[in-house]
């Protein structure tokens, strides 16, 4: 798990400098067990994939949990697609961006 504390700062020419997390870190400590074609990186913050965008996987921000709670239903989703692509044996040629629209799509598909 890669929180804030883990976070390093990059320049670039985009966003000027920010903080990002760096999955290497991971991928360097364990090179037997992960790299790029088998990690995805969640996070509310697009930009904190700057150095894996790959990887990167958007997910709305959990907010006023007390008021949504019952409502939110973005880990159901998210559970779904990851369980789809957990078939797979490389992840690098997928494109996170859209896996909402692929979970729709696939619950279209089976709903016909």
């Known amino acids: 798990m890669l929180d804030s504390a883990a976070m390093i700062t990059v320049f670039t020419p985009k966003y000027g400098v920010v903080e990002v997390k760096p999955l290497g870190v991971i991928w360097g400590k364990f090179?037997?067990?992960y790299g790029?074609?088998?990690t995805i990186m969640l996070d509310d913050i697009r930009r904190n994939f700057l150095m894996n965008p790959q990887n990167g996987l958007k997910i709305?921000?959990?907010m006023k949990a007390h008021v949504?709670?019952?409502t939110d239903r973005e880990?159901?989703?998210l559970s779904k697609y990851l369980l789809?692509?957990?078939q797979?044996?490389?992840f690098t040629s997928l494109n996170h961006k859209h896996w909402e629209r692929y979970c729709a799509k696939e619950e279209e598909e089976q709903n016909e």
């Open 36 to 38: 790029p074609g088998n």
């Open 68 to 70: 949504t709670r019952e």
């Open 84 to 86: 789809k692509i957990a």
């Open 75 to 77: 880990l159901v989703k």
């Open 88 to 90: 797979l044996d490389d």
């Open 31 to 33: 090179p037997d067990v």
């Open 60 to 62: 709305k921000p959990f």
